[in-house]
């Protein structure tokens, strides 16, 4: 494999930017903008979906009073990363101007795509694990980071199925995209459990593939499992209720590997109270802190 | 062989044409229908609630079952062409006119056309603000050629029906006052837009609306002033002004781009 250094500069461009601490950090939705911006809680940063606030209005308003109060995150989900035929143009302009008004601390998309022949197909669908697919996803990464002039964070995504096709491990296709491009890794541990236990992976495994100093930021959310009628099961990730057991047990062992890094709670169906948020925050922080106490993940090499 | 994958799979979440596709993936433990299936209720259940959050009072009119219907016809005739779903729906009032199930409501692509109208109110860019001290310096020549540059959230409406009063009842679940609206009232002119703190909607009588739509065309200030009654121009125009409806002025500039929802 020809391994490629990527001319774009892999770190911040110097400027005041807010850095996210390694502590528990909240997904912002807009049923919580108000209680946020009025009641201010205490969470050590937050993190919202571009999309949302591409356009103009209110909702940007409340945005920048995010911004202006906590240290944000912006996590893309449809700048399909993995399309064949190359990136949106206006879709990364946006992603840029956005950027430019907010001033995040990190910026996140996935390793995925969703779009094809000009149409927005509203998932993260899987790729293909082949040479061809991590030369365009190196392609198209290397572009982002130019245009953007950050370091962008991918993101492992849950998946359903797995092509014919597929030669590489995710991990390892990861591994060798941070390897070319010089970008961090998102690694989201409910999507490896999802995924492992719908593909057969083992997830200690993906956790162990990873290469450890690329690691900027940790996902954790809630999935469901979904009975079939032959009596096999699915797990889906709806991000619809609290953090299952084993994949708290699996970020426990993330950060044993890791060391602290941010992590970010999602929940973006059947959206909770903020106290439901903050619980499950404080619990992500009390395993962060004892990673750091501990300082195993020194000891991990 | 990615974009062949990529097309097929498009295939399978946008006709349910899982043939291509299938082949591709490996046939271990569930069918690769079924994991398909999975990608496609994702597909189909994102756009059906960007779809509800634009249209929410379309979709309490007909009711969830009709709404879902309906929105995996338009989906397939009418995929969304980028990521940021609230710029998705804007075809949706105008494939509800020929959306036969739909033509029991009458009034229901006038409802669906100011559901996007305020959508656009809501996500449209923001842009600044018109300097008054500008227009004011202007010769008295030149400020009778101004032409206007519109907001990009400000929108005009001409409806068959009173839709205002229909989309207010219906999202209030106000039930009394849904059933006294008078559907044979005539038309309504609606000049939607921005406010403070969400939208504004505003019925226009005759003059104020020709006067609206001459300025929001980019017609200079002098051929819009001809149509109004001595007294009404200033009052109007100061209207405008103050709700922030332009951004912008020009002299001599060529026609803008059109705004109407519909004109009949």
């Keep these: ?301 | 062989m990615l974009l062949e994958v990529q097309r097929a799979m498009r295939a399978s979440l946008l006709a349910r044409d899982d043939r291509g596709i299938s082949a591709h993936i490996v046939p271990v433990g569930l069918t690769p229908e079924a994991r398909l299936a999975v990608y496609r209720n994702t597909f189909v259940a994102v756009l059906t609630n960007a779809l509800r959050l634009a249209f929410p009072a379309v979709s309490r009119l007909v009711g969830a079952e009709f709404f879902e219907g309906a929105v995996r016809v338009f989906i397939e005739a009418h995929p969304p062409h980028n990521a940021c779903l609230d710029d998705y729906g804007a075809e949706f009032p105008g494939f509800l006119v020929g959306f036969p199930p739909a033509a029991l409501v009458a009034y229901l692509p006038d409802v669906a056309r100011l559901e996007w109208a305020v959508n656009r109110a809501l996500h449209a860019p923001d842009a600044g603000h018109l300097d008054l001290k500008r227009l004011a310096a202007l010769e008295e020549a030149d400020r009778a050629q101004v032409r206007f540059v519109p907001h990009p959230s400000v929108r005009l409406l001409h409806a068959q029906h009173p839709v205002d009063a229909i989309w207010h009842a219906v999202l209030e679940r106000d039930d009394a006052a849904l059933a006294a609206v008078d559907l044979a009232a005539g038309p309504v002119r609606l000049l939607i837009g921005r406010s403070l703190d969400g939208v504004a909607i505003t019925r226009l009588g005759e003059s104020a609306w020709r006067f609206a739509l001459d300025l929001f065309a980019g017609e200079p200030l002098d051929a819009a002033l001809v149509r109004l009654a001595d007294g009404e121009a200033s009052a109007l125009l100061a209207d405008h002004l103050a709700a922030g409806h332009f951004v912008d002025f020009r002299i001599h500039a060529p026609a803008l781009r059109p705004l109407l929802g519909r004109v009949s």
């Design chain 1, 1 to 301: 494999m020809a391994h490629r250094r990527s001319s774009t500069p892999p770190t911040a461009m110097g400027t005041q930017r807010s850095t996210i601490p390694a502590k528990a950090g909240i997904g912002l939705r807009f049923q919580h903008h108000q209680a946020v911006v009025e009641g201010r809680p205490d969470v050590a940063w937050f993190e919202v979906h571009a999309e949302n606030y591409f356009g103009g209005g209110t909702r940007l308003r409340y945005l920048d009073a995010v911004a202006h109060d906590y240290p944000l995150s912006l996590h893309g989900t449809g700048l399909s990363l993995g399309s064949g035929e190359g990136l949106d143009d206006v879709h990364l302009e946006r992603l840029r101007q956005l950027i430019e008004r907010v001033d995040p601390g990190l910026v996140s998309e996935h390793l995925s795509w969703s779009a094809v022949d000009g149409i927005y197909l509203a998932d993260l669908l899987p790729l293909p694990m082949t040479e061809e697919a991590l030369a365009v996803v190196c392609r198209n990464v290397d572009r982002t980071q130019t245009c953007l002039q950050r370091r962008l964070l991918v993101e492992n995504p849950s998946s359903y199925l797995r092509f014919a096709a597929s030669a590489i491990p995710e991990w390892e296709f990861l591994a060798a995209l941070a390897e070319r491009t010089g970008c961090g890794i998102l690694c989201d541990v409910n999507n490896i459990y999802v995924s492992a236990s719908n593909q057969g992976w083992r997830p200690s495994a993906y956790i162990a593939g990873l290469p450890r100093a690329a690691i900027g930021e940790i996902h954790l959310a809630g999935h469901t499992v979904k009975r079939l009628e032959n009596g096999q099961t699915l797990r889906i990730d709806d991000h619809g209720s609290r953090v299952a057991p084993a994949v708290w047990s699996l970020f426990a062992e993330a950060l044993a590997r890791f060391g602290p890094v941010p992590t970010l709670l999602e929940w973006d169906t059947n959206v909770p109270p903020l106290s439901v948020l903050l619980d499950e925050a404080a619990r992500a922080n009390a395993l962060l802190s004892e990673a750091g106490r501990e300082g195993r993940y020194a000891d991990a090499a």
